[in-house]
């Protein structure tokens, strides 16, 4: 029996695009994709950056891909795009939305070429998930929680089912990336917004507080819900990241 091949989905396109000697890797959080963060990636295209925004690995496809992939592949998909900017600019950030935060943190634990990370709602510590690794007879698949926007008329890209193994997969990351956030020591900028359906607030200060990085920012959100790349906040964030890569792109 032949296994089923899924394409890419309309809108979930990766999207690499050369510019100046500043490179931005852009990520998704879990269960999205690129389309949560197209309107970011683009404004700093527009600006003139190098920019990478990978599909990450069984994303973008269907949920049965994504039940084939771990969060090493993950990671992957991530270090693949950070070695496409490496090659082309001098200087590296990273942002990343939910779980593309979790990424970005993890990628500043090891890489002391990262100039500074852009946090948008980051995830790591999720409570209430963690039940999920000690109950019994969890279906193969979850509901899936998504477009949590407040912006009427707005969705996010993204599956309406989670793999169960998926969910154990991103714990699992969550807790390797959350024992060595000590060894964070870039800038730090983080979005959090105030009221979050997926991703408690209090994660913010929890990374907050766990980093070593002499230069940490947190902004309130107070317009947004979850995916705030796609809500009525989106222009603060672009401003203030702006201003956070032109303040440490000329430190270097």
Not at 227 to 236: F, G, K, S
Request: proline residues 4%.
């Amino acid at each position: 029996m032949m296994k089923k091949t899924y394409e890419v989905l309309p809108g979930a396109e990766a999207f690499f695009q050369e510019g100046n000697e500043v490179g931005i890797l852009v990520l998704h959080g879990f269960t999205g994709t690129p389309q949560s963060m197209r309107p970011l990636g683009e404004a700093f295209a527009a600006s003139g950056f190098s920019i990478a925004m990978p599909r990450l690995a069984g994303h973008g496809t269907h949920y049965e891909d994504m039940e084939k992939t771990t969060y090493k592949d993950w990671i992957a998909s991530a270090e693949e795009a950070i070695a496409w900017l490496r090659e082309r600019t001098s200087i590296l950030f990273v942002a990343g939305l939910s779980m593309g935060g979790t990424l970005a943190l993890s990628l500043a634990e090891k890489y002391d070429d990262i100039q500074g990370v852009m946090l948008i709602n980051p995830a790591i510590e999720m409570q209430q998930m963690e039940a999920l690794r000690e109950s019994e007879n969890q279906p193969r698949y979850l509901e899936s929680i998504h477009s949590d926007v407040q912006k009427e008329g707005v969705q996010e890209l993204a599956y309406d089912k989670v793999p169960y193994a998926s969910v154990i997969e991103l714990l699992n990351m969550l807790q390797e990336v959350r024992a060595d956030l000590a060894n964070v020591h870039c800038p730090a900028l983080q979005f959090v917004s105030d009221e979050d359906h997926v991703v408690p607030p209090d994660n913010a200060s929890y990374i907050f507080d766990a980093i070593f990085s002499e230069h940490t920012e947190l902004v309130h959100l107070e317009n947004s819900y979850h995916v705030a790349t796609l809500d009525h906040d989106l222009d603060l964030i672009i401003e203030r990241s702006l201003e956070f890569i032109q303040q440490y792109s000329m430190t270097k």
